[in-house]
């Protein structure tokens, strides 16, 4: 038997979580349940009215919908273990527990940002080339995206999960962190890291920062169209809006970037857990305000399913 499979039947990993002050657990546990909450309720909700109107079935909107749900999925991986954790005295967790997180973290992480960078996309074609738009962002092209962007988060994801479960950890099993992540766990392997390592840094920029860099580019060239327009009041909405995006946008990217696109060696956990927090829990939270809920064809559908009216493609 090799050293994993003898360190993972005999010494489960310890998530030490965000704090080790038991004061401070049942405060974070409800500031946490509160943004947990809202960010299901939120997500849920954009997903279940776009499927349920027919106003909501533009490339845009089919867009967000698999990013919500993505969202969704996304924070169910790491917050309910951590809420759990926070009131639990037994906050241990197995090896194949460990790497099934992970694995499902990678892969919907990565599909957030390829998602992130297709509904970027979407909005350039749409205002660079509207005359195009139809053909551009056909429905085979969406779809093509969307499961692009699937496929590719499950490949990498994939790939990370095959190398780390070839690692021992023959030093301490306690995390400092609230779930299974790439660095804390690197830092306790007593194997050779460098193949991960080498990795994260070339086959991980393909899936963070080139979508970053399309979007910044995306969001560049809107800004340029949208300064040509004549009405003041619709340049100062085109503003707020991206700026709204872009302010989300660099908060997950810029997190993502910081805890990921660093040497193990200069891994901080206090830093790292907090910046952990922005884009597993904040930006989830922050992705239905941003580009659902301010929108009036989605507060329209939101009513609908409230009151149970049908909305027809006309009423939009």
């Known amino acids: 038997m090799d050293a994993v499979n003898e360190s993972s039947e005999g010494a489960p990993f310890i998530l030490l979580g965000l704090t080790t002050s038991p004061g401070q657990r049942r405060p974070l546990f409800g500031l946490f349940l509160v943004l947990y909450l809202a960010g299901i309720l939120g997500n849920g909700l954009i997903v279940a009215a776009i499927r349920a109107s027919p106003a909501l079935h533009a490339p845009m909107y089919f867009l967000l919908a698999h990013l919500s749900f993505a969202d969704l999925c996304f924070t169910s991986v790491t917050v309910p273990k951590m809420l759990a954790n926070l009131l639990a005295h037994d906050r241990s967790i197995s090896l194949a527990g460990c790497l099934t997180q992970m694995y499902f973290f990678f892969a919907l992480g990565v599909t957030d940002s390829c998602l992130l960078a297709a509904m970027a996309y979407d909005r350039y074609v749409a205002i660079r080339h509207p005359l195009h738009y139809a053909t551009r962002m056909s429905r085979a092209v969406c779809t093509g995206l969307v499961g692009t962007s699937w496929l590719v988060s499950h490949v990498h994801s994939l790939l990370h999960i095959l190398l780390m479960a070839r690692l021992s950890f023959c030093a301490s099993h306690q995390v400092p962190h609230f779930f299974c992540d790439h660095q804390p766990l690197l830092r306790l392997s007593c194997s050779?890291?460098?193949?991960?390592?080498?990795?994260?840094?070339?086959?991980?920029?393909?899936?963070?920062?080139?979508?970053?860099?399309?979007?910044?580019?995306?969001?560049?060239?809107?800004?340029?169209?949208?300064?040509?327009?004549?009405?003041?009041?619709?340049?100062?909405?085109?503003?707020?809006?991206?700026?709204?995006?872009?302010?989300?946008?660099?908060?997950?990217?810029?997190?993502?970037?910081?805890?990921?696109?660093?040497?193990?060696?200069?891994?901080?956990?206090?830093?790292?857990?907090?910046?952990?927090?922005?884009?597993?829990?904040v930006t989830p939270m922050l992705n239905p305000v941003i580009y659902s809920l301010r929108n009036r064809d989605v507060q329209g559908a939101l009513r609908a399913l409230f009151t149970g009216r049908r909305i027809s493609a006309g009423d939009s």
């Open 192 to 281: 050779d890291t460098r193949h991960i390592q080498l990795l994260i840094f070339t086959e991980g920029p393909a899936v963070v920062v080139t979508p970053f860099l399309l979007i910044l580019a995306s969001y560049g060239a809107i800004a340029a169209a949208v300064f040509r327009l004549p009405s003041a009041s619709r340049r100062l909405r085109a503003v707020s809006t991206c700026g709204s995006h872009l302010a989300v946008v660099s908060l997950f990217y810029g997190t993502v970037i910081a805890v990921y696109f660093q040497p193990t060696s200069r891994y901080e956990a206090e830093r790292g857990r907090v910046a952990t927090v922005m884009y597993t829990v």
